[in-house]
C-alpha cells in the first residue's frame, strides 16, 4: 500500500501541477503563438504521468488509459470551473486524492470495473 502511495500521489500532484501550467498557458493563448502548443504539451504530460502510474500499479494500456484520462478530464474540468478561486490548486488536489483512493486501497477491483467499461464500450 504505501509503495503505491508513493507511486501515485506524486504523479497525481505532478499531473496537477502541469494542469495549472496549461491554464496559466490558456491566458497566454492570444499574445504568444506557442502558448497553445505548451498547452497541449502540459496537458499530455499530466496524462501520461497518471497513465504511467496506474499501469505501474497492474492495469492493463487499455484501463491505465481509461482511468488516467478520467481522472485528467475531470480534474482539468474543475480547476477550469474554479478559476479565478485563490485556492483552487488546494481544492483540485483534494479532489485528486478522491479520485484515486480506488486505485490505493482496491487496484485489481478497480481495474476490473474499469475493464468492465471498456469492454462494453468496445466490445472484448
Known sequence: MLIRVAV????LFASILFQEIALR?????????WASNGRDVANALALALLLFAIRWLGASWDVALLLGATITLALTALARALLGMERRIWVVAAVGIVLVLPLLF???RTFEQALAVVDWLYGS
Open 106 to 108: 482496491w487496484p485489481q
Open 8 to 11: 501515485v500521489l506524486p504523479a
Open 25 to 33: 498557458l490558456r491566458a497566454q493563448e492570444r499574445s504568444a503563438w
